[in-house]
């Protein structure tokens, strides 16, 4: 199961190394080690070509990169691209400067170690567009803290300065940088720049004096006639116009539509206040600059005695003043010479040839030093006061090898300078591979390459080389001319392989070398140099006469570069090519410290064309940039090796049996590793401690496959971590949450025993109160007592009666009864207002009546208590129960009232249903259509009823109204309803009685009857044997009819109430 996962695991590593080395390989290839035929110049060439056609300039070959000059913008410098590369694995993307700089950067940061660049390549290839690549690079991607921005802007705006003053417009390049630059850009522990120093090399000075056609002076001086405020080249006596300059004009060239000198001079003025220069400093240094242009414009006349004169001094004054010289002085020192024999000084004059040689080399000196004193300041401004220690990567942007049809002085140093920097490409890498592989006992065909150090050793060597001879020429008493120099050569040097002249040279090539010229077999190729003017020019140098006047300027520039202690020192001082000498052997001590990357920069043709590939002149510069010497030993070699331990830590993580700790020796870890992930023998070899792979393709697909894993691995380690935090945080939200509880829970005791201190002494007082709640008011009961009443109060809100009806009432403590009563009072008379308030006028009629039949039978009458919730009703017949015969006899008379009944004859004790109907005057007792009996009340004597519930009512009449029969005896349900309202309606209340026992009534007038009334268990009303009429009702307690005192006192009580 495991070995499956594990199968599946080395495939995936496989195809995924596999599908990254294909989709690198789209245009050629990207890295000339890869070429098959890398032997062959034609398809290296190709290879070059197409890419380049598809506007990809940049090509591998390992780690050096190959840089065609596109002469176009390319939109490849971007910062999105310089993030892009950043901190990205150097083979992982196409090949870019950004990764040469970012491999340097991160080898630089990881080892502490220092780097440099070096970017050769002939004039107009791109070296100073590369170098300012990758500065811009770092400013860019570095890390920057606000203050060290500074330090960066300095190190940036450095460029457009030192531009101005060392770049010129040749054939070759607009902006030929005539002076070689090694620039040091330091950084911190962190990987900050922090500061940088400049170095510069032989400037040109030949060009302040002197252009060929085509060609401009150096940047600076158009650029202040361009672009210089006008009080300025007032101040400066200087014209706007170039021409009128001589200096300037020589070339025939002063515009030039692809440069902006007025531009330019905004940045470079810009520039300047970064960088720390004073406005005095800027006064001076334009003072010199003008003085110069003043210089190339003074003329000489030859006087009778063959001596130089200066007819118009007007230049001569403007340099005094610039310079803050005299200007006799400054005259004499022109045009007369101080010879010094042996106690004292001779002055003699000096012909017009060399007087003009005086001013040029004085124009020169001064412009060559005050270039030296530029690059010196700026250097001040970069440099980083904080001594800890600092790497460093260093940018050599230095002229590439250069054969023109006439190549002097200037040439030979330039040339020399490239030998010596192959040497060092060889000692770093040919030379010190093969090295490697022997001591490594790896097996290794060594390859042939040239070692130019026998070149090296022609120019330097002490005593013998070509520049020591010059030296020995120039200090030599006697004549020296360069003929004598021609000759001193041919005899110290003649039998040297690679050197050659006119005499040396076999018939075949003497007629290619000149009287005056010696040939070098470089190792890019030969070149014919010209000797003449050689031993005068360094000999000469420049006279002590001038340099004392500019020891003695008041141009406080001037007066650091011209020192007088240089005039104490009677010593000769070092030849312009022993000085070169010395700085060259001092920038490859430099060099050699540090870890190399190397950029080739390649001109696709002369006529700065884009997308113009010229064959036989990139071939050539293929050819002397060594490129394919280079590839070769790539090819045959191994493009990287690595100490068994650092390939194993890197890759450890690739194979099981090394991951996470191998514990065996590196090698044998090594070998497991790579037979793990797949290595074909041919891939690789192991050395005593390194493993070599020979391909970098091999390499890429472990950095890819390292790559994946990675990702995988850090997940991991992030999910430990992850999980390691989180199990932190839970412990530490735990302990949190546990001392929050305890705080908590302490607190909520603390409140729990508070509140029980504070309720036990209420209960305390409430119970002192309690006991004294019976004295009168004072301290010990006041609250209790305020207690009792509040809570009383508060109480007695639930239990208010609801209705008029409702009797109940909260029973009040003892010293509360006074108002419980006053309130009780309060709160019925409320429930009664509020009770009448909502009484119809209807409803008060009947209860009027209510009050009438309480008057009347109120402790009288049996069931008159259970009649009192009875109400009455209007009429107890309909309209239509009442025959209209009947209405109509009553003509206009009301029916107030009107009631079913029973009639008891007053003979025989007959019972017949009738009708009794009440009018306002008369109550009638009617049969169906006839009216049977009608008693006015005025005719009504009493009305009768007994004490028992029967219902029994007599109407009784007066005995001598003859108009009437005699009293009516009737009997109906609604006893009290009836008799109160007849009583009502004949304002008869005084004339109801209430009987017990038995009544008398009339028969008829003059014969009394008797009625008889008696309780029994069943009601009945019969004629007894004694001719009464016994009316038997039903026993008291079966009906519920006794009189209830509280129902009685209540009612009567709220009836008094209602109808007060
Ligand atoms: N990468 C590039 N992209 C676009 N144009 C470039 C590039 N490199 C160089 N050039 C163009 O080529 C010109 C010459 O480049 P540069 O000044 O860098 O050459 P150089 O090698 O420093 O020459 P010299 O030795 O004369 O100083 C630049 O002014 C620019 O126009
Ligand atoms: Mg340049």
Partial sequence: MGSKREDVRRKHIRLHMEGALTARDKVGVQDFVLLDAYTSESAFLDNLRKRFSENLIYTYIGTLLVS??????????????????????????????????????????????????????????????????????????????????????????????????????????????????????????????????????????????????????????????????????????????????????????????????????????????????????????????????????????????????????????????????????????????????????????????????????????????????????????????????KTVIGLLDIYGFEVFDKNGFEQFCINYCNEKLQQLLIERTLKAEQAEYEMEGIEWEPIQYFNNKIICDLVEERHKGIISILDEECIRPGPATDLSFLEKLEEKVGGHAHFQTRKLAGPKGRKRIGWLEFRLLHYAGEVTYCTKGDVEKKKGGFYRHLKEVLCRSKNSILRECFLVAELENWRRPPTVGTQFKNSLSSLLEILISKEPSYIRCIKPNERKEPSKFDDFLIRHQIKYLGLMEHLRVRRAGFAYRRKYEHFLQRYKSLCPDTWPHWHGPPGEGVERLIKYIGYKPEEYKLGKTKIFIRFPRTLFATEDAFEFSKHQLVARIQATYRGCLGRREYVRKRQAATKLEAHWRGALARK?????????????????????????????????????????????????????????????????????????????????????????????????????????????????????????????????????????????????????????????????????????????????????????????????????????????????????????????????????????????????????????????????????????????????????????????????????????????????????
């Fill in 68 to 389: 065609v000059n596109p002469y176009q913008e390319l939109g490849i410098y971007t910062v999105s691209q310089m993030e892009l590369y950043q901190g990205v694995n150097f083979f992982e993307l196409p090949p870019h400067v950004y990764a040469i700089a970012d491999n340097a950067y991160r080898m630089m940061c990881s080892e502490l170690n220092n780097h440099f660049i070096l970017i050769s390549g002939e004039s107009g290839a791109g070296k100073t567009e590369a170098s300012k690549k990758i500065l811009q690079y770092f400013a860019v991607t570095c890390p920057m803290t606000e203050s060290l921005q500074i330090a960066r802007d300095r190190l940036l705006l450095s460029i457009p300065v030192l531009e101005a003053f060392g770049n010129a417009k040749t054939l070759r390049n607009d902006n030929s940088s005539r002076f070689g630059k090694y620039m040091d850009i330091q950084f911190d522990f962190q990987g900050v720049p922090v500061g940088g120093h400049i170095i510069s090399y032989l400037i040109e000075k030949s060009r302040v004096v002197y252009q060929n056609h085509g060609e401009r002076n150096f940047h600076i001086f158009y650029q202040l006639l361009a672009g210089g405020e006008a009080e300025r080249l007032t101040s400066l006596g200087l014209e706007q116009d170039p021409q009128l300059y001589k200096y300037l004009s020589q070339g025939h060239c002063v515009k030039e539509t692809s440069i902006n000198d007025k531009n330019n001079w905004k940045t470079m003025s810009n520039a300047f206040s970064v960088i720390d220069f004073t406005a005095a400093d800027l006064e001076n240094l334009f003072g010199i600059i003008a003085s110069v242009l003043h210089l190339g414009n003074i003329c000489f006349e030859e006087n009778k005695h063959g001596c130089a004169t200066v007819p118009d001094t007007h230049e001569i004054k403007w340099i005094a003043k610039l310079l803050g010289v005299c200007p006799a002085i400054l005259l004499e020192a022109l045009t007369h010479r101080k010879i010094e024999a042996k106690t004292e000084e001779v002055i003699c004059p000096l012909p017009v040839e060399l007087s003009v040689y005086a001013r040029d080399a004085m124009a020169k000196a001064v412009y060559g030093r005050t270039f030296t004193w530029l690059v010196n300041k700026i250097n001040s401004s970069l440099v980083n006061k904080d001594f800890t220690q």
């Fill in 752 to 1060: 729990e025993i508070k509140r029980r201190k504070w309720a036990v002494q209420i209960i305390r007082r409430f119970i002192k109160g309690f006991i004294n709640r019976g004295k009168p008011l004072c301290p010990d009961n006041e609250e209790f007592i305020v207690f009792v009443r509040k809570n009383y109060i508060l109480n007695l809100r639930y239990h208010v009666p609801k209705s008029v009806l409702d009797k109940s009432w909260l029973r009040p403590p003892g010293i509360l009864e006074n108002a419980s009563d006053l309130l009780r009072k309060m709160c019925t008379r409320n429930l009664v207002r509020k009770y009448c308030c909502g009484v119809s006028a209807e409803w008060k009629a009947m209860m009027q009546q209510k009050v009438v039949t309480s008057e009347i039978f109120r402790g009288k009458k049996e069931g008159y208590a259970e009649s009192l919730n009875q109400p009455f009703a209007n009429s107890r017949l309909g309209e239509g129960d009442i025959n209209p015969k009947v209405l109509q006899l009553l003509g206009s008379e009301k029916i107030q009232y009107s009631v079913p009944v029973f009639k008891y004859d007053r003979k025989g004790f007959k019972v017949r249903q009738r009708q009794l109907l009440l009018t306002q005057k008369a109550a009638y007792v009617v049969e169906l259509a006839k009216i049977k009996q009608k008693i006015e009340y005025s005719a009504l004597r009493g009305v009768s009823t007994s004490s028992l519930s029967d219902g029994i009512l007599v109407l009784h009449v007066f005995p001598e109204d003859r108009q009437q029969k005699g009293d009516a005896i009737l009997q109906c349900k609604h006893i009290f309803e009836v008799v109160t309202k007849l009583a009502m309606l004949a304002k008869k209340e005084h004339t109801v009685s209430v009987v017990h026992g038995s009544l008398q009534f009339y028969i008829s007038p003059g014969k009394e009857g008797t009625i008889v009334f008696e309780t029994g268990p069943e009601e009945q009303v019969y004629k007894d044997k004694n001719g009464q009429l016994t009316v038997v009702s039903g026993s008291t307690g079966g009906r519920g009819g006794g009189v209830s005192d509280e129902n009685t006192g209540l009612n009567s009580k709220f009836i008094s109430l209602f109808y007060s």
